[in-house]
């Protein structure tokens, strides 16, 4: 559901954990450990079930949301903390943030964390926002993974063993990544946007912190803020997806049980912001290509019920298809892009607009269309039909979102971190009852200029004052509330290789489309579809690079029969998604859709695909946006030296479809693009002649197959087609560098062509050699070095890219950093790499890749889509399922010989190629 995935832009700070190396205990850490637990463990109390959501509380004082789903095999564990950058004291600004990087040092009983997250093949993450800071970990269901995890969870919620040197050794890490967000102009804007419209509440600060703060609070200070809010009554535990119920709550009794409850209680907030009084202004002059008009208005707490009114506006408003923005100013050509969000927050919340221009824009003249669609809401009211196209659209969000039990056991921290898990079902309910009369008033009641923060300040004789209302009482709201039914469960079937032949129907079209049906129960009575039509060659789609993108955008902009806003407004009554897209050789088409309306799903497929009109007012909508995304790149480091590599290392003449354009080249082949064009296109390279269809879900394979095939018979023709081969120039020893002035961060890729493909006898075993090398940004080992060890950088990483159909592949290595910090990165890297070709990988590190090889596998398999993914895969390349099952075998073999004469073939023998942008300039002046 919509309101199961709240916006976390900008300001949130969602960090991907698993750091290395644990940190040893000191005296302090040891007297809070001791104080921390009790010998005695005490049992969970059942209080309520709503949809399908078991609660339980300890005597501790904490929470426990068990939501079983046994039809998926994974588990999700995740710990919500009611504490976040809101918390924080003057000069403590960045610690809650700075904290979550602190629990992955260790504790008192787990103290290499990041391995066995490694070893046992985890899924984990960690994130920090304004009100809350959540831990989770997602594996494939298994009871000691499970156990491992609560235990884990438990003893660093009060054991963890961070010492003084560990907070140094992260510093520069949390400095990159504050120097990353510093890369982008909309998220500078709507930090200072924040800062401004927020006088004395703690919302007008960054979760990032300020770099003083971060850099200068003393060490004891962090210890107090753990000990003061890491406490088992101010934290959630949720586990979702497959487990056995009585064994985990013997688990959590077992592990969390024995925590005490603190002494002291937790200490209320208690600042409230006052009314504004006049329009607030914030400039940002820095570098940068693409004007940004943003404004801020104060609405109440997301607990409010008026809330639920200013939830339907925000999507009548910001709808990229159907809403007013898009239509007043995108499509109109004034803006490239226009969008609007709601922060909802637990003591009051934020209603957001940004609108972005091109070069050539006049950002006055874009200020004052937004201000005349936002604030003169009362001459240009709301409709019924915007009200009811909205409700549909949510409704559909919703009961899709409901079919993946943990990811609304993700999104529910949340609503923990307002004050309820219920509340989520609760403010769906709502929505679905908001009247056109509610949406009309809360926007009049907000929407107003003295409640306004954007580029001017302008004083009011008579200001006109939107008065916030306080959070109702969630206790009284939610007394009698019972939610809706539980969505129906999916079969207990697991994606097995030998469990999916079991089921697995194949047939083929007269056309030459090949089709697999995988029958089986999904949740929510899901069917997930998924189509690849392979046409074209490389002389056939000569000088047709950039328009063959656009063509599957323009099927859903128009038809005969529908418009786009109809189109959109169709799926929403279906509750179903079409996604149809087209690249170089191919014609992609996914559909989600349910039981009950998949056959009036695919009939409209076919009508969609029949008779596209193509107009040509929203040809030039996509082609404005898409020059707004190419003018961003001028200046942003990754793109910049992404490009540059692109450039140096590409093998194709002139006019091949794969052939390298520069930014100015793309941005003329775009506008040169007309609607003639894009028919000729589709209609000469869309045809079913080479196709793979997959479908997941419950269904006659024989029906659902000759549904498909009497909307798509039609789509025959002579273009032929021809897999176009990569090819890379085999070039070594470059070095490209590239200024980007005024840029806090510089990126680094090390690129290199390799003869390989996934079917190479060497692959698997270069495949476990890199991600021991550079698989994780934490326990690889250029993650240890260059962002552990050195912190030198948020991100690092390497890899493969290679596929079944070509022969040649290639390998990349990629960090930021500071610019200043660069030569460290590229020393550090070089250095890991002599290491591994002179001494070689362990068997200690082989045996924990090839365990999380297999466990990340699992987990993998347990997603439907995934399944559906593979099916198509192995139908285009003619496989069998069984090949999935000979990998496994395959890499359990793997010896440490095996992995090391294949690094040393294939990565530690290339002479890199260097490619990295940053403000370089700037550093070689203040040396």
């Known amino acids: 559901m919509k309101f199961l995935k709240p916006t976390l832009l900008g300001l949130s700070v969602t960090i991907a954990l698993g750091l290395s190396a644990c940190a040893t205990n000191n005296n302090s850490a040891a007297n809070q450990s001791s ?45 919500t903390y009611r504490v976040g950058s809101v918390h924080e004291y003057y000069g403590e600004t960045g610690m809650a943030h700075l904290l979550e990087h602190m629990l992955f040092k260790g504790s008192t009983n787990y103290k290499s964390i990041d391995k066995e997250f490694k070893k046992r093949g985890m899924g984990k993450n960690a994130s920090t926002w304004l009100d809350r800071t959540n831990y989770f970990e997602t594996f494939d269901a298994n009871e000691d993974s499970l156990e491992w995890a609560i ?71 962090l210890r107090k803020f753990y000990k003061k809010h890491y406490r088992p009554d101010n934290a959630v535990l949720t586990i979702a997806g497959r487990f056995d119920k009585d064994k985990t709550m013997a688990l959590v009794e077992q592990k969390f049980g024995t925590l005490a409850k603190p002494e002291t209680p937790i200490e209320p907030l208690y600042t409230v912001e006052p009314t504004q009084d006049g329009e607030r202004s914030v400039n940002i002059r820095r570098v940068g290509d693409l004007p940004i008009v943003g404004l801020s208005y104060h609405t109440p707490s997301g607990l409010h019920p008026e809330h639920a009114a200013l939830s339907i506006l925000a999507d009548v408003l910001g709808d990229g298809t159907r809403g007013r923005l898009q239509k007043a100013l995108v499509e109109k050509g004034i803006a490239t892009s226009a969008s609007n969000f709601i922060f909802e927050l637990k003591d009051s919340s934020q209603f957001l607009f940004f609108v ?17 669609i936002v604030e003169n809401l009362k001459s240009q009211p709301i409709t019924q039909e915007e009200i009811d196209l909205t409700k549909a659209k949510l409704a559909r969000q919703s009961e899709q979102a409901m079919r993946n039990v943990t990811g609304v056991g993700m999104a529910l921290s949340e609503y923990i971190a307002k004050g309820d898990y219920r509340h989520a079902f609760y403010l769906r309910d709502l929505v679905a009852e908001v009247s056109l009369e509610q949406v009309q008033a809360a926007a009049e009641k907000y929407l107003i200029q003295s409640n306004r923060t954007t580029g001017r300040f302008i004083p009011t004789e008579k200001p006109v004052r939107a008065e916030i209302p306080a959070a109702p009482d969630l206790t009284e709201v939610l007394k009698d509330y019972k939610g809706k ?177 520069s ?72 070095v490209v560098s590239t200024e980007t002035p005024d840029k806090a961060n510089s990126q680094l890729y090390v690129i290199n062509p390799i003869t390989m493909n996934n079917r190479h006898e060497d692959y698997l075993a270069l495949k476990i050699a890199n991600t021991i090398f550079g698989g994780d940004s934490f326990s690889s080992r250029i993650g240890a070095r260059i962002r552990v060890k050195e912190g030198y950088s948020y991100t690092v990483a390497s890899g493969l890219q290679v596929n079944t159909l070509d022969q040649q592949g290639m390998y990349y290595a990629l960090a930021i950093s500071a610019p200043e910090n660069m030569p460290g990165v590229i020393a550090a890297y070089k250095e890991e790499v002599a290491k591994v070709v002179a001494d070689g990988f362990t068997e200690t590190e082989l045996d924990e890749a090839v365990k999380g090889f297999v466990s990340s596998r699992n987990r993998s398999w347990a997603s439907d889509a995934t399944i559906a993914s593979i099916l198509l895969g192995t139908s285009k390349k003619n496989e069998d399922l069984a090949i999935y099952d000979q990998q496994i075998a395959d890499v359990q073999k793997l010896t440490v010989a095996d992995i090391n004469t294949a690094f040393n073939k294939y990565i530690g023998a290339l002479d890199i190629n260097i490619f990295k942008a940053g403000d370089f300039a700037k550093v070689a002046e203040t040396k």
């Open 356 to 372: 972005e221009g091109d070069k050539e824009s006049d950002l006055a003249k874009i200020e004052t269309e937004l201000l005349a």
């Open 663 to 734: 930014l100015d080249d793309k941005i003329a082949a775009i506008n040169e693009l007309t609607v003639d064009e894009i028919a000729s296109l589709y209609n000469s390279h869309t045809n079913i002649n080479n196709g793979h269809i997959s479908i997941v879900g419950d269904v006659d394979a024989e029906q659902v197959s000759n549904k498909l095939h009497a909307q798509l018979s039609s789509f025959v023709n002579d273009t032929p087609y021809e897999h176009i081969k990569i090819s890379m120039k085999q070039a070594g020893g470059l």
């Open 151 to 221: 235990g884990m969870e438990a003893d660093r919620m009060v054991n963890a063993t961070f010492t003084e040197e560990d907070l140094k050794s992260e510093m520069t890490v949390v400095r990159n990544e504050m120097e990353r967000g510093e890369n982008s102009p909309f998220r500078m804007l709507m930090g200072r946007m924040a800062s401004t419209a927020f006088l004395w509440h703690n919302y007008g600060n960054s979760t990032i912190g300020a770099r003083s703060d971060v850099e200068n609070f003393p060490f004891q200070r």
């Open 485 to 661: 039914e539980v969505a129906a469960a999916g079969e207990v079937y697991d994606n097995t290789v030998a469990n999916i032949k079991k089921r697995l129907v194949k047939s083929e079209w007269p056309e030459g489309t090949k089709v697999n049906v995988y029958p089986k129960e999904l949740r929510g009575e899901q069917v997930i579809i998924s189509m690849h039509f392979p046409s074209g060659t490389a002389e056939t789609l000569a000088n047709k690079g950039i328009a063959i993108g656009f063509v599957g955008s323009m099927v859903k902009q128009g038809n005969a029969n529908y418009s786009k806003e109809q189109i959109a407004s169709k799926l929403d009554q279906l509750k179903s998604s079409i996604s149809i897209s087209t690249s170089l050789g191919a014609t992609n088409v996914s559909i989600s859709t349910d039981k009950a309306n998949l056959d009036a799903t695919v009939k409209l497929l076919g009508e969609l695909m029949a008779a596209p009109t193509f107009p040509e007012k929203e040809l030039e909508v996509l082609k404005r946006g898409a020059i707004a995304g190419i003018e961003q790149q001028r200046n942003d480091p990754g793109a910049v030296a992404g490009n540059s590599f692109r450039k140096a290392l590409s093998n194709y003449p002139k006019g091949h479809p794969k052939a390298f354009m």
């Open 35 to 79: 104080q921390a637990t009790q010998t005695q463990s005490s049992p969970l109390t059942y209080v309520r079930t709503v949809e399908g959501i078991e609660e339980y509380t300890l005597e501790n004082g904490l929470k426990v949301l068990l939501y079983p789903d046994p039809s998926q095999p994974k588990t999700l564990v995740n710990v």
